[in-house]
């Protein structure tokens, strides 16, 4: 009896992919950073030469959209070539940026069409965001450059992640509501990176349940996660191998199969995975790309 040869593994491609270029950031958001990035981290083995490949094998594969994330992913030195290239591909391009500084050839770069911007706030007032991200000042910067944007009519999605208490998270929303801002989004803390508190363990709990589905992510060290917060969960690797490859293996499929699925029920911005063990609660986290993420950095 002649046995046919094992169809191939449909790539279990998602349509959104987060590229965590660097670990450098001038903040270090000691409360909730989940790359534990900041000043002195570098950029991983990553070349810009081997992100680019990376993106164009994205494009092939159907990927839509990227988000370059860090750390701060303007920080790294072939960050302008890396966003020109996936526009060249026929990507849309998402900037995950702390908005702390931003030099003035990005700003043109950000009014392209295709790219768009996300960053994080903490609190209507200088204390309360700075003691969040850990550097006197982020607030006043970040504040006027979320402003800057808006006024250059550059789409910005804005996420406030409750950290601390009395963090003044519904008027920082009001704050951002007033200034125009239409795309402002709160989630709680996810336990990963400086949030993991004692000796506690990320679990597949803290996601939302759209990871490797909907969302994947590259890491600095060229690490294939379901998501950059799902990171304690490696598919696979990218610098000796397509994603084409990461995509269709065993490994990939197993880590999909581990996290358990959304809620189904429209359950707007409360939706969660369906855990029973966490009463399908939660809010929704990084895998859907209409919230922010703990601070990268």
């Known amino acids: 009896m002649t046995i046919a040869p094992e169809a191939p593994t449909k790539p279990l491609v998602p349509t959104f992919l987060e590229l965590e270029?660097?670990?450098?950031?001038?903040?270090?958001?000691?409360?909730?950073c989940f790359v534990q990035a900041g000043p002195t981290q570098g950029h991983g083995v990553m070349s810009a030469a081997d992100?680019?490949?990376?993106?164009?094998?994205?494009?092939?594969?159907?990927?839509?959209?990227?988000?370059?994330?860090?750390?701060?992913?303007?920080?790294?030195?072939?960050f302008v070539e890396i966003?020109?290239?996936?526009?060249?591909?026929?990507?849309?391009?998402?900037?995950?940026?702390?908005?702390?500084?931003?030099?003035?050839?990005h700003w043109t770069l950000f009014e392209r069409p295709g790219v768009s911007l996300a960053t994080s706030y903490y609190a209507d007032t200088d204390e309360g965001h700075d003691e969040v991200t850990g550097r006197e000042g982020s607030h006043a910067e970040t504040r006027a450059n979320i402003i800057e944007a808006h006024r250059r009519g550059i789409r910005i999605r804005v996420g406030i992640v409750d950290v601390l208490d009395g963090q003044r998270v519904e008027q920082a929303r009001a704050e951002l509501e007033g200034l125009g801002i239409t795309e402002?989004?709160?989630?709680?803390?996810?336990?990963?990176?400086?949030?993991?508190?004692?000796?506690?363990?990320p679990s597949t709990s803290e996601l939302c349940g759209r990871c490797a589905t909907g969302t994947a992510a590259v890491l600095a060290d060229g690490t294939v996660t379901p998501c950059v917060l799902a990171r304690f969960l490696p598919a696979g690797q990218v610098q000796d191998a397509?994603?084409?490859?990461?995509?269709?293996s065993p490994q990939w499929q197993q880590v999909a199969a581990s996290i358990p699925a959304a809620r189904m029920d429209p359950c707007g911005p409360d939706c969660g995975p369906n855990d029973d063990s966490q009463g399908g609660g939660g809010t929704c986290g990084p895998a859907d790309d209409s919230v922010i993420p703990n601070s990268a950095g």
């Open 51 to 78: 992100w680019k490949r990376i993106i164009t094998e994205a494009a092939a594969l159907g990927v839509k959209k990227i988000q370059l994330i860090g750390g701060e992913a303007t920080l790294h030195p072939g």
């Open 242 to 248: 397509t994603l084409e490859r990461v995509f269709t």
């Open 83 to 105: 966003v020109e290239h996936a526009l060249g591909e026929g990507l849309k391009v998402e900037v995950f940026s702390n908005l702390f500084r931003v030099r003035r050839d």
């Open 21 to 32: 270029i660097t670990r450098r950031c001038q903040l270090t958001c000691p409360s909730l």
């Open 184 to 201: 402002v989004h709160v989630d709680r803390v996810r336990a990963v990176g400086n949030a993991v508190k004692g000796e506690g363990l």
